[in-house]
Nanobody, 119 residues
């Protein structure tokens, strides 16, 4: 049974930091490209960071470049999202997702976790 479980969300003040974790099981983690998505209230879900199988982090949204970094620990089957200099516009539900290297569709998704940036 495939599981992706996010943790580490919550309320943070503007300018603060959070680190999200996504613990996975039920698939061969090292064969999967991982990504973080987010969905703000009233907006479509957007991809923010991709983490390649070799651990490279690629920001896919201009607004997070230089502030958000993805990483993975293959020994723990876990992926992370370090978010710095958080802004109110970063508020939303954050999801981790996984796809095999050979496909373009993200097959597996976490349940999502709320991040709120507010003073």
């Amino acid at each position: 049974q495939v599981q992706l479980v996010e943790s580490g969300g919550g309320l943070v003040q503007p300018g603060g930091s959070l680190r999200l974790s996504c613990a996975t099981s039920g698939f061969t983690f090292t064969d999967y490209i991982m990504a973080w998505y987010r969905q703000a209230p009233g907006k479509e879900r957007e991809m923010v960071v991709v983490i390649t199988m070799t651990g490279a982090s690629i920001a896919t949204t201009d607004s997070v470049k230089g502030r958000f970094t993805g990483s993975r620990d293959n020994a723990k089957n876990t992926v992370y999202l370090q978010m710095n200099i958080l802004k109110p516009d970063d508020t939303g539900v954050y999801y981790c997702a996984a796809r095999p290297w050979s496909t373009v569709q993200y097959d597996y998704w976490g349940q999502g976790i709320q991040v709120t940036v507010s003073s």
